[in-house]
């Protein structure tokens, strides 16, 4: 059942009970209505035969025309009311129709009374008598008559009283009973779907939007859960669109980062990246006290191989030369390229002596797998210059030493090592001052 | 899922608490509305029924099923006459009989071993004054030495005897005749009889057989008769239960009764095989009432009376309110039973008949 429909039926319900309540109250008081008119016409019976059996007392004892008259026009009321009677329950009127029947024959024996009473040798006689009695007696089952049907109405009327009491109660209980029931389903439909809807909300809150609520309820309820569940559906969708747009973003952002990072011919890091991140080696470097190295290195007669073998050819030596490098550094190293072809190795803990063993690798790298192009072999070597990291100085200075000592190694005939060996001899060859 | 089917049986449980208390409710109701449970006899009951318009209310008691439905096995045994119903209940052929208070009367002089129930029907018509169309004028001294069928014992001859007395007639003036009223027509047709006294239907029988040559003389009101339950005292010790349950028929009978006339007078019709006419035409005479109460002790009394004062026999007046039981009445009506008691009774009748 929709849920507007059984509120609709809560006070639908109020009214009908008002209805019912207010005809059965109509209906009995018609009733009692009809019982009190039965009462009062019953008492006006019970006077009039009263009044003929006191006039008949009366005529008894001084016979007089007026008495005579007085009695005829009694009875002729009594039986004019008698002939108007209401409709009566059966039981009372077999007592009605016998009061009638009776009332029937009073007149007769009256006469027969007159006829007597007017006979002096009837004046004191048995039959005179005995017709007096059958008079008393006729007028005497009148009155018992009108009495048991009083009788019989007051029982009507507390039957009646009883009657209602019944049906108002009944009705009463009925209706409390009906709507107790129909405020229990109510609240106990509206609790469900509230906890529903809850339930809900808080799979939401979790986001799962996986999970459905159930849509099997036929009234309002079940339209508004499957809106919920359509808006669950497009929030689901939003989300999905909204976490793959940000892992696009954080894509492209790591995309864009890498690009201007990175050297784009040999891709490895370039000089702005090499900044950054000697900047922070050397703080941590100055921070836990550990040695900071770098080689700086390049291709010895790189020009000659240009012009000899062109650019392009050029260009592969120089990647091949980063190729090799990475191959013997280590993971925390990091290579960039400083200007055409030289390069940097930033070496974080790793003092002159570690920085010399990675030069040594390297050239032993490049004479391991010699550059080869589509048409020779070319040789290739490197001069490299190894500088540590003084105390109070800066990248500028340390890029400053490793840019000497390369020079130094190229003075020195290509295709060597030469560390930076600073003036202060208290400084070590791990670059700490003693 | 679980939710759902938690919320559905607590609205059952809580509409088959309602249901409950309604059931249980109108079961109250039915027990206190309902009358008390009948004791139905486990036995037949036989009842010498009168072949008279006033048993109306045992024929309609038998043909409605009122007896069958409080009685259970009634049947009925017709007779002509409330004198021969009150032999037969007296002869041990029936248990309760039909009979006139002046068969009451009578019999009471004689035997005080049986009782009145109650009365069911009162006719202030019912025994007619009948002779031949072209006899001398029946009355006055016309009557002397006339010869006038009556059944002796009976509302036939109390009525008579009113009737002559009324006229100024001595009941020594004129010859009864003691015949049943089925044989008066017949006698009256035959002059065997100068008038005839019967009850109906026997005094309509009589005026259709004899077509217009006899007259009913009028007499409404002069003698008020009653038809009343009778049985033996011995009977309602042995037979408890069986007054109530035959009352009980005869109440919701005359209810019928006087709901439906019209059916009723056509239901007699056909038991008793008379002309509707008939029935419609005595029908205005008839007083269908279960009752016991003073009037009908005051009656009984009354005619004792006039029978001690008429027949100078030196008999004493029986004592009627030990011939009275209101009690099994009282069980089924209680306010139609209203009888005085001794000592009221007694001041009541010194000061009326006396």
């Known amino acids: ?107 007769i024996l009256f006469q027969r009374l007159l006829v007597l009473s007017q006979r002096p040798s009837e004046a004191q006689s048995p039959l005179k008598q005995h017709i007096n009695e059958k008079l008393i007696a006729q007028l005497q089952t009148i009155i018992e008559d009108s009495q048991q049907l009083t009788a019989m109405v007051r029982l009507q009327m507390r039957d009646n009283s009883t009657k209602q009491m019944i049906v108002m109660g009944g009705l009463l209980l009925f209706g409390s009973a009906l709507l107790t029931l129909l405020a229990i389903n109510l609240s106990s439909r509206i609790r469900s779907h509230l906890d529903t809807l809850r339930g809900g909300v808080k799979e939401l809150e979790a986001g799962n939007f996986q999970h459905q609520l159930d849509t099997s309820r036929s009234d309002e309820f079940g339209d508004f859960i499957e809106e919920f569940n359509r808006m669950k559906q497009t929030l689901e969708e939003t989300t999905i669109s909204r976490d793959a747009l940000q892992k696009e973003i954080d894509q492209r952002t790591y995309a864009l980062k890498h ?176 | 899922m679980v939710e759902k089917n938690s919320n559905s049986m607590n609205s059952s449980f809580y509409l088959l608490v309602v249901l409950l208390i309604f059931i249980c409710g109108f079961f109250v109701l039915g027990t206190y509305f309902s009358s008390q449970p009948e004791e139905r006899a486990d036995f037949p009951i036989r009842i010498a029924v009168s072949k008279t318009p006033l048993s109306t209310p045992v024929y309609i008691a038998d043909e409605k099923g009122f007896f069958q439905k409080h009685c259970g096995d009634v049947r009925l045994k017709e007779v002509v006459g409330g004198n021969r119903s009150f032999e037969s209940m007296a002869a041990g052929n029936a248990d309760f009989a039909t009979s006139s208070d002046s068969v009451l009367v009578y019999k009471a002089f004689n035997r005080s071993d049986f009782v009145a129930l109650a009365s069911f029907v009162q006719s202030d018509n019912d025994v007619k004054f009948i002779t031949l169309e072209d006899s001398i004028q ?33 009941a020594d003036a004129v010859t009864l005749m003691d015949m049943p009223p089925n044989e008066m027509p017949d006698a009256l047709e035959s002059k065997m009889v100068d008038a005839i006294v019967p009850w109906e239907p026997f005094g309509y029988k009589a005026m259709q057989k004899l077509e217009g040559r006899a007259k009913v003389i009028p007499t409404k009101n002069l003698y008020s008769l009653t038809f009343n339950l009778v049985a033996l005292k011995t009977d309602l010790e042995t037979r408890p239960g069986a007054a109530e349950c035959v009352l009980r028929s005869l109440s919701e009978a005359i209810d019928y009764i006087a709901i439906n006339p019209l059916e009723t007078q056509k239901i007699i019709a056909s038991r008793l095989n008379l002309n509707s006419d008939f029935i419609f035409w005595i029908w205005p005479d008839y007083i269908f009432k279960l009752s016991l109460n003073r009037s009908l002790l005051m009656n009984l009394k009354s005619q004792a009376q006039w029978v001690v004062s008429s027949e100078k026999s030196g008999q004493t007046v029986p004592d009627f309110m030990s011939l009275l039981d209101p009690e099994p009445l009282i069980r089924v009506k209680p306010e139609a039973a209203s009888l005085p008691s001794s000592g009221e009774e007694q001041g009541s009748l010194d000061n009326t008949i006396q």
């Not at chain 1, 039965?38 to 009263?50: D, L, S």
């Open chain 2, 138 to 170: 029946m009355q006055g001294s016309d009557l002397t030495n006339k010869k006038i069928a009556v059944v002796k014992g009976s509302a036939s001859e109390y009525f008579l005897s009113t009737y002559l007395a009324l006229e100024g007639v001595s």
């Open chain 1, 259 to 434: 690009i201007a990072s990175t050297d784009p011919l040999t891709q490895v890091f370039n000089r702005r990246k090499l900044q950054e991140q000697a900047e922070l080696e050397i703080a941590r470097s100055r921070r836990h006290d550990e040695p900071l190295s770098v080689l700086l290195f390049d291709a010895d007669h790189f020009k000659s191989i240009n012009d000899k073998f062109g650019h392009s050819v050029g260009d592969l030596v120089l990647i091949h030369l980063c190729r090799l490098s990475e191959s013997v550094m280590r993971e925390n190293d990091l290579i960039a390229r400083y200007g055409g072809e030289e390069f940097v190795i930033l070496l974080p803990h790793t003092d002159l002596h570690g920085a010399n063993e990675l030069a040594a690798r390297i050239q032993s790298r490049l004479k391991d797998y010699p550059f080869r192009s589509e048409e020779e072999i070319i040789p290739l070597t490197v001069s490299i210059g190894i500088a540590c990291l003084q105390p109070e100085t800066s990248f500028a200075d340390l890029i400053g030493d490793a840019d000497k000592a390369l020079y130094d190694a190229k003075e020195s005939g290509r295709n060597c090592i030469k560390s930076f060996k600073p003036l202060n001899p208290d400084v070590d060859s791990r670059g700490s001052l003693h």
């Open chain 1, 1 to 107: 059942m929709k849920l507007q429909t059984q509120l609709y039926l809560f006070p639908g319900s109020v009214i009908f009970l008002t209805l019912c309540i207010l005809f059965s109250m109509y209906w009995l008081w018609k009733q009692s209505n009809t019982v009190f008119e039965h009462q009062n016409y019953i008492t006006e019976i019970n006077t009039r035969v009263h009044q003929l059996e006191t006039n008949l007392y009366l005529y008894e004892k001084a016979p007089s025309l007026q008495y005579q008259k007085r009695w005829e026009a009694q009875h002729q009321a009594l039986t004019r009311l008698l002939n108007n009677a209401p409709a009566l329950p059966a039981e009372q009127q077999t007592l009605l129709n016998s009061i009638k029947g009776l009332n029937r024959g009073v007149p």
